[in-house]
């Protein structure tokens, strides 16, 4: 028995030493190679405009401390922007095909993306789009396109915006898990699907303006580059006029009824090679990454910060999905002392979050401020935290369709009282002085404690509604009337005086440079994110994380219901969050 024991043991260990073997091989591959051949684009080459894998502004770059391992990804929106300004002046590249597009981008992300595919057919380059089945985000990017093709049995999704919300009081109530709501602001319906089964008037007010702004944005673009009038791209929508190929052809959304063989056929005419060749193609990531490593011009020592904001806002580090003021703290100060930088534009795609991140955040931007100009570029939504860091910027750009505004606070605390009692369960409290115990989930929540609560988040609201106050030169009586928790379009937003100007990222660099007097600069992206050890085996595949693992058990739509449900049950403090969630379809 000793005697198998010990190969038992041996085998076991023989086992591990080639486990650490092969992770370790793996490991060291990871980070000290690509692990691909970098693409070499050749001549009459057309790109693929593949955004399946593009999701955010900012690509990220990470330093993982524990290795002393910088990591630079090239794959954010900003990225392919870049990529596509340049694709104009490059002779390799004949044109772009847009091919079944899928993409989580925002509409405000899309937006951009569209405008610079615009000016890049001013080259007199090409921009073709082809698509089994468009659905209305999609069309509305590929709109743009000097040729749509649509499969002879596909479809095409033209009917308007809407946005649904899920109401739980009723739940609540049934099941006794209740959500104790302190807030300000007659529109702050973050809190409104736990206090109400259906939507309030307010909300609804709110909700179809927006919509609506959004709306004529979005047929307004459309119009433009298919030549009709909004008010017909409205009769469209209402009939559903364009449900079928063919259809949509004979309204003028698509240019040609065909299978995706004709499609690259007619690729291959535009470029003058013949049918029976295959054409050069480069995938929008390579060229962009391409383009990142081997096209900086450093010619100038004048450089433009442009620090990216996006995400909910909460503590700590931070990350490309999450603002955390470790991350933002670091990169105004990096920049503010960097003396080659002369301004900084901040990058904010946020629905809000943690008001004390937010607060601490709008203090680095104040301080900086002082030393250097700052200017704001909103994406898709720069709301309530989001607007809180935004608002005593320089000059604040956003998109006609950018969400914003949404000035009001919260705090929410779950409240079990009803739910234990249904299973047998009593709590009692025992206590030196009237406040002593805080707040607790299984008891009640009493009058004394609401009070100071409330006055809480009365101080909060009072804070955030001077901070926009003086950054946008109103009063707070004017903020107040605006505030309440109201999200407002950028389009309205210009109005109203939350914004200065409606424009994308360029624009917004454009004032940058101007403010801080330089003609001749390149620019300098932040944040450098600060990782360990263990994100960085989660990043290279070597672990799965607890997210992914529920995902996969429960399924994608399960999985955002328990998502939404624990993040409005976890939040800890006053929130400075948007309104509510909104998923335009």
């Known amino acids: 028995m000793k005697f198998l024991g010990n190969v038992l043991a041996t085998l076991v260990g ?11 091989l793996l490991l060291i591959g990871a980070l000290f190679s690509s692990g691909e051949e970098k693409v070499t684009v050749k001549n009459n080459s057309v790109i693929e405009l593949d955004l399946s894998q593009i999701k955010y502004d900012y690509a990220g770059k990470t330093n993982f401390k524990d290795f002393d391992y910088f990591n630079a990804d090239h794959d954010g929106l ?3 922007l870049k990529a596509i300004e340049y694709a104009k002046s490059d002779s390799k590249i004949k044109g772009i095909s847009i091919i079944n597009n899928v993409s989580d981008l925002g509409i405000a992300q899309t937006k951009a993306l569209r405008d610079q595919l615009e000016d890049f057919k001013k080259s007199g380059k090409f921009v073709y789009s082809y698509s089994n089945a468009y659905t209305q985000k999609e069309y509305y990017l590929n709109s743009v396109a000097n040729s749509i093709y649509i499969n002879p049995i596909g479809e095409l999704d033209f009917k308007g915006l ?12 049934k099941s006794g898990l209740k959500m104790e709501v302190i807030r300000h602001g007659k529109y702050k319906s973050a809190v409104e699907p736990f206090l109400e089964n259906k939507m309030s008037d307010a909300n609804r007010e709110q909700t179809t303006q927006l919509l609506n702004s959004l709306w004529g944005s979005v047929i307004s673009d459309i119009a433009k580059s298919r030549k009709i009038s909004t008010a017909r791209l409205n009769q469209i929508a209402d009939g559903l006029l364009a449900r ?14 065909a299978y995706e063989d004709v499609y690259h056929n007619d690729i291959k005419k535009a470029i003058k090679i013949s049918e029976d060749e295959d054409y050069n193609k480069v995938e929008i990531k390579d060229y962009a990454e391409d383009i990142a490593t081997s096209n900086i011009d450093l010619s100038s020592n004048d450089v433009i910060a442009v620090i990216y904001a996006q995400g909910e806002i909460g503590s700590g580090e931070g990350d490309v999905n999450e603002i955390g003021e470790g991350s933002m703290r670091r990169s105004l100060q990096e920049a503010r002392k960097n003396k080659n930088v002369k301004s900084i534009v901040l990058r904010i795609n946020s629905p809000g979050g943690n008001a004390l991140t937010s607060e601490l955040i709008w203090r680095e931007i104040e301080l900086t401020k002082k030393v250097k100009p700052i200017v704001v570029s909103m994406g898709d939504y720069a709301a309530s935290g989001g607007y809180y860091i935004a608002c005593n910027a320089n ?8 969400i914003t505004g949404s000035i009001g606070v919260f705090g929410i605390l779950p409240n079990f009282t009803e739910a234990i009692k249904k299973i047998g369960i009593n709590v009692e409290q025992v206590k030196t002085n009237p406040n002593a115990s805080e707040y607790s989930p299984f008891k009640p929540l009493d009058d004394n404690y609401r009070g100071f609560a409330q006055e809480g988040v009365e101080k909060i609201y009072g804070v955030f509604v001077k901070r926009v106050a003086d950054g946008r030169k109103l009063t707070t009586t004017q903020v107040d009337a605006i505030g309440q928790g109201r999200v407002w379009s950028g389009q309205d937003a210009l109005k109203i005086g939350l914004v200065d100007k409606i424009g994308g990222m360029d624009e917004a660099i454009k004032e940058a440079a101007k403010l801080g007097k330089t003609s001749k600069y390149h620019t300098q992206d932040f944040p450098e994110y600060e990782k360990e ?18 995902k996969e058990t429960l399924g994608e739509q399960n999985f955002e219901i ?5 993040k409005m049950t976890s939040q800890k403090g006053v929130q400075a969050r948007m309104a509510y969630e909104l998923k335009i379809k």
């Open 14 to 24: 023989l086992f591990v030493f080639f486990m650490i073997c092969f992770f370790g």
């Open 78 to 80: 900003s990225d392919v």
């Open 162 to 173: 809407s946005a649904e919300i899920m109401f739980f009081k009723d739940f609540e109530e």
């Open 244 to 257: 079928t190929p063919e259809m949509a052809k004979a309204e003028g959304l698509v240019d040609k009824i």
């Open 395 to 402: 000059k604040i750009y956003a998109e006609a369709n950018t």
């Open 533 to 550: 050890f263990g994100d960085i085996l989660s990043k290279f595949g070597l672990a799965q994380s607890k997210e992914s693992i529920i």
């Open 562 to 566: 328990l998502k939404h449900l624990k």
